[in-house]
């Protein structure tokens, strides 16, 4: 070009200045600011209930004794008025279908709201840093401390803080391991330190977990090694609802008095203060779009709110919207209406199934438990008068809190029956093994041939329990060729 500087050959000839990446840089530790407002209420809520949840529930008694406890030992679990068996697995895996289509239903329609207001990192992050700051002050207060020499100031309050943090991990470890330990019996124990070797090593291994997750490594768990934040994007479109940062309305981005018309100053509404950078918990820029870093936390729609207010602008600038809202300006109601789109009603179709599915089956579930195990040791054996008999263990579990009685009957081939009568007895909550004989007569083996003949075996309610229903299961009647 004719105006264009001539640039020297010597210039032309020197390469680019090479750019260091380093790939083990240090993690720069992160500073979040104190925000008060409405999400802020919100997320309080949250850590109050999920915590009060927590560390009360294994407190609560339920029939003489605790409410929910994980019982490893016995292989019996306690859900208030429900007894499980290891067999009720199927129970676990119908929870587990829940919480995961319940997370991509929640995150497809409004993110990872999950994350940031009730995931256990996030609500420990929360307790831990505001124990932080009644030690150490708010975000200045911290970094200058930081930075100032070790001296008494810094070591009682770094002490402090690291001896609050270290108490409520334990508490915490202690919390977790009284859903399998009778947590009254644990918290005698406590006082003598007598608790096992396994009770020693989830207490602290629990309690050390919360100490290293909340007290330092906070965000970078979030980034680094939730696999939700990986393969969240996977659940979103242009209609989810996302912490988003308005640009056509902010940009261009600059300072000014409050008095001044940013308008005629060419301005955009945000007066570039950072302060929404400054609240976030994960160090990120909102007003650089979306990142896979944001947990949802809405700290910086507070405080943006609270500098619209001062700033006597409307509030919303960065604001729970989603991207076709922002791009098309779209009004509550359009937004609303795109709510229910394929994937949120496949989601939720399927989250319902399971739910109904799951709910119909332990309001149907029988309140006695029958396995049946064939005696390997003996297939088949010719007894007195040609009999062909047959042992069998029967596995028997009450899956209630009240004494039952059943009679034992067998049936399926003529003539077959128990050697003896066999009526049994549970206990409350209890699993116990009969060992039974069945025959059939010598005439209906010769009918049925030799091999394997299917039979059932049916407990009959007796007594009290004889408004119950019975309970019948299937086996095979060996017969010898």
């Known amino acids: 070009m004719a105006n264009s500087p001539e640039v020297p050959t010597a210039e032309l000839a020197k390469p680019d200045k090479p750019e260091v990446i380093w790939l083990y840089e240090a993690q720069q530790k992160i500073y979040p600011r104190s925000v008060s407002g409405y999400f802020a209420r919100w997320r309080w809520a949250l850590v109050w209930l999920t915590q009060a949840f927590f560390y009360g529930l294994p407190w609560l008694s339920w029939n003489d004794r605790q409410a929910v406890l994980f019982d490893l030992a016995s292989r019996r679990f306690y859900v208030f008025g429900l007894v ?122 629990y309690g050390f977990a919360t100490y290293g997750n909340a007290g330092f490594l906070r965000e970078q768990v979030c980034k680094y090694m939730c696999p939700y934040a990986r393969f969240q994007s996977a659940m979103f479109d242009k209609d989810t609802l996302i912490v988003s940062y308005d640009p056509g309305r902010g940009e261009p981005r600059g300072s000014r008095s409050k008095k001044a018309d940013a308008r005629a100053e060419g301005l955009g509404d945000c007066i570039d203060c950072t302060l929404c950078v400054q609240v976030c918990p994960t160090g990120i820029d909102i007003r650089e779009g979306l990142q896979y870093e944001c947990i949802s936390c809405a700290a910086c729609v507070d405080v943006c709110d609270g500098v619209m207010d001062k700033m006597n602008y409307p509030r919303g600038l960065i604001r729970f919207d989603t991207q076709n809202g922002l791009t098309e300006h779209l009004g509550w109601v359009k937004k609303l209406q795109r709510v229910l789109r394929p994937r949120v009603l496949i989601y939720g179709a399927v989250l319902l199934l399971i739910s109904s599915g799951l709910l119909f089956s332990l309001l149907t579930r029988s309140p006695v438990r029958l396995d049946i195990v064939r005696d390997r040791s003996v297939l088949a054996r010719q007894v007195e008068d040609g009999y062909i008999e047959n042992l069998y263990r029967l596995q028997l579990m009450n899956t209630t809190e009240s004494a039952q009685r059943y009679g034992v009957a067998v049936e399926g081939l003529d003539g077959i029956a128990l050697a003896r009568p066999v009526e049994v007895s549970l206990a409350p909550a209890e699993a116990r093994w009969v060992a039974l004989a069945v025959r059939v007569p010598p005439a209906t083996a010769a009918r049925a041939g030799g091999g394997a003949h299917v039979i059932h075996f049916r407990l009959e309610p007796l007594g009290a329990t004889a408004a119950a229903a019975g309970r019948s299961e299937k086996s095979t009647f060996v017969v010898p060729r």
Not at 140 to 153: C, S, V
Not at 155 to 179: C, H, P
């Open 84 to 205: 499980l068996y290891p067999q009720d697995f199927i129970y676990l895996t119908g929870l587990l279908l829940i919480s995961a289509y319940a997370l991509f239903l929640f995150t497809a329609v409004a993110g990872r709201l999950w994350c940031g207001f009730a995931c256990p990192q996030t609500v420990y992050t929360e307790i831990f840093l505001w124990i932080e700051r009644r030690f150490e002050g708010d975000r200045q207060r911290r970094l200058k401390l930081d930075a100032a020499p070790w001296g008494f100031d810094k070591l009682w309050r770094k002490g402090g803080k690291q001896a609050v943090w270290i108490g409520l991990g334990l508490w915490t470890g202690f919390s977790f391991v009284g859903y399998f330990t009778p947590i009254r019996e644990l918290w005698a124990e406590a006082f003598t330190l007598g608790f096992g070797p396994w009770e020693w090593f989830w207490v602290l291994f």
